[in-house]
């Protein structure tokens, strides 16, 4: 029996057509990808001394932090580390 290309309800017929898209190239999910990578990119981050904080600032503080940065050509996190390294040591 031939197969009919107007057939799509058998789709064991259909097995030899190729997938779209690029083949797999890790075994794993991309969940799991994800949270391998958090996890070295955070024992990277401990080798190096840096450690993880977490701050909650209203938006508008958010805005002026990201427009300082932007004028001084540095991200927001090394912004908010120099402010804090500015006032700490005096």
């Known amino acids: 029996m031939a197969k009919q290309d107007s057939d799509c309800i058998t ?11 690029r083949p797999r190239s890790n075994p794993l999910s991309r969940e799991q990808q994800l949270r391998i990578n958090k996890r070295n990119q955070l024992k990277r981050d401990r080798s190096s ?8 600032l209203h ?19 090394q912004l908010i ?10």
């Open 49 to 56: 001394g840096l450690r993880r904080i977490e701050l909650k």
């Open 81 to 90: 580390e120099q402010i804090l390294s500015e006032h700490i040591n005096g």
């Open 11 to 21: 789709l064991d017929l259909f097995d030899s057509l190729p997938k779209v898209g």
């Open 59 to 77: 938006s508008d503080l958010i805005q002026s932090l990201e427009e300082q940065a932007l004028l001084k050509g540095i991200s927001r996190g």
